[in-house]
């Protein structure tokens, strides 16, 4: 009867164990809830973290394909570099070496020159010894003789055996009387009125002759121009 009395009173009161249930729902669903959320959360954060990530990631790539590539033409320029100093260094050598070949070469041909000159004036000296003695013979044999004819041959002969010698170191006498002058040749010592106009700028006298080596003037003609 007492309880039946306490429905009656509270009709509309909740039963305590469903209430309490309900509640027990409640907290539980919103627990779930809230550490769902966290979850979420976290994920959204990775998934917005792989983006930058991955940008990060390519611009290391990129960056270590850059300084490969640095390293990869500082070390062709070094290689570079040490051809060039070893061709340098042989051209250096081979230089050296020529230089050295040109000098000995310098060296040897003005000693050789020197020599040449020497020889060559020992020669004409021991070539004009024999003239000489023709002229010592000579002026023993004019002493004795007053035939003046013999005087005039025994100098024709020592004066042709000089020319003789003079041929044999190609010597030659310049042509010069009667010539048209000129100055590879002739040395004008004056000037004279010429005899007929044909003679006008030729040599009419001379007054030393000129005397060449081949081509080469030793000495130059001293001649009289015609005007």
């Not at 917005?48 to 270590?64: L, M, N, S, V, Y």
């Amino acid at each position: 009867m007492s309880e039946e009395k306490e429905n009656t009173q509270n009709p509309e009161a909740p039963d305590e164990k469903n209430t309490e249930q309900t509640t027990d729902n409640l907290s539980t669903e919103g627990a779930t809830t809230a550490k769902e959320e966290p979850q979420t959360e976290w994920e959204n954060e990775e998934s917005d973290a792989e983006g930058p990530t991955g940008d990060k990631t390519e611009e290391k790539a990129e960056k270590h394909s850059f300084f490969n590539r640095k390293n990869k033409k500082e070390e062709e320029l070094k290689k570079r570099v040490e051809e060039l100093e070893k061709q340098k260094k042989e051209l250096n050598e081979k230089f050296l070496h020529l230089y050295s070949e040109f000098d000995n070469y310098k060296k040897r041909t003005n000693r050789e020159k020197l020599e040449l000159l020497d020889t060559a004036s020992e020669k004409v000296i021991v070539s004009l010894l024999p003239i000489l003695d023709d002229f010592e013979r000579a002026i023993k044999a004019n002493e004795k003789t007053e035939d003046l004819q013999v005087i005039k041959d025994g100098f024709t002969l020592i004066y042709n055996k000089m020319l003789q010698l003079l041929k044999r170191f190609d010597v030659e006498e310049i042509p010069a009387k009667g010539e048209t002058f000129n100055t590879d040749f002739h040395e004008a010592v004056t000037h004279f009125p010429a005899p007929t106009e044909a003679e006008k700028g030729k040599v009419i006298d001379v007054t030393e002759k000129g005397y060449k080596i081949k081509e080469k003037v030793i000495r130059y003609s001293k001649v009289v121009v015609g005007q």
